[in-house]
């Protein structure tokens, strides 16, 4: 049976571009991420515009820092690490409409899926990266706005070449990553790629050193749960109310030890959007020590580094 090669047109999403209405919803619907949005829209803008950090030396030492010619030198890879449901992908897709607003030009996004991994035929992978780092390279000529490149799963991409479960297939992934990395850096192109992973540990350390940036995105603390149980509730729980799904929600003690906090999604997937559904199928109003009950009982998402021997 003959093979059909995957092309990057299969590994890449569609272009998705900002501002738009929809991505300014999905943006302000994340909580305790405020920092992070604040962070990364200005490296990103000082990604896509270096001039700007010249202009800023001139300015005020009337001279180019060295410093300054580091900073625009640096590659335009930015990592994103923490648990599953912390808000990473959520962010990375997003964030582009921060970055229109505020640079009020427009921003464009692409995603690369996993499926860019084990095709199963040698010299495949590489050949499928480098067209896809190509292909990218091409939207923005064509648009001439910033793109904002995420590889999501990126420890499926990115492990360490020296780990002994390391195939050649996956090393030659990993060179050709780092090249066209290197390449973006020399490049007058506006590209921004952001590399997602739950275990930041198994990442090439030559890829984290390559880094301008790594953000770690934690588990909600008692002021974030109540932020976003409040936004996810709205006029339907009093603060009251709010306040006991809170002190629900605290992380439970086993034992001797205290268990792991509730994820983002574990709060919104696995709890908030069950209990509307049954209050909306028996057509009842929504009772603050049911749902407090049920948090009780909701077991965390695991740490990615416990399900990993």
Not at 17 to 45: C, M, N, W, Y
Not at 85 to 109: N, R
Request: aromatic share 6%; charged share 25%.
């Amino acid at each position: 049976m003959e093979h059909k090669r995957i092309t990057a047109r299969d590994v890449l999403s569609k272009t998705v571009s900002f501002p738009s209405d929809e991505a300014q919803a999905r943006l302000s619907h994340l909580v305790g991420l405020d920092g992070h949005i604040k962070a990364l829209t200005r490296d990103l803008r000082l990604i896509f515009d270096p001039q700007m950090v010249d202009a800023w030396s001139k300015r005020h030492y009337r001279s180019l820092l060295p410093v300054a010619e580091l900073v625009k030198d640096a590659v335009p890879l930015i990592i994103f690490e923490g648990d599953v449901g912390t808000g990473k992908t959520a962010l990375a897709e997003t964030i582009g409409q921060q970055i229109a607003i505020d640079g009020d030009y427009g921003v464009h996004l692409v995603k690369m899926s996993t499926r860019v991994r084990g095709t199963g035929y040698v010299g495949e992978m590489g050949t499928l990266l480098a067209e896809s780092f190509k292909h990218i390279e091409g939207i923005w000529a064509k648009e001439a706005e910033p793109i904002i490149f995420v590889i999501d799963e990126a420890d499926s991409l990115l492990t360490a070449r020296a780990s002994e479960q390391h195939h050649h297939e996956d090393k030659s992934g990993v060179n050709t990553i780092l090249q066209h990395l290197d390449e973006f850096r020399r490049s007058a192109a506006q590209i921004g790629v952001i590399a997602i992973t739950n275990r930041v540990g198994i990442l090439d350390p030559a890829v984290r050193r390559r880094a301008t940036s790594v953000f770690k995105f934690e588990r909600p603390n008692e002021h974030q749960r109540h932020e976003l149980l409040q936004r996810l509730f709205d006029s339907a729980l009093s603060d009251e109310d709010i306040s006991l799904l809170v002190t629900a929600s605290n992380p439970k003690t086993d034992g001797s030890e205290v268990r792991i906090p509730l994820t983002y999604s574990d709060l919104t997937l696995r709890f908030a959007i069950p209990a509307i559904r049954e209050a909306a199928w028996r057509d009842g109003k929504l009772d603050a020590q049911s749902l407090a009950k049920a948090l009780e009982f909701l077991v965390p998402t695991p740490c990615m580094s416990d399900l990993v021997g």
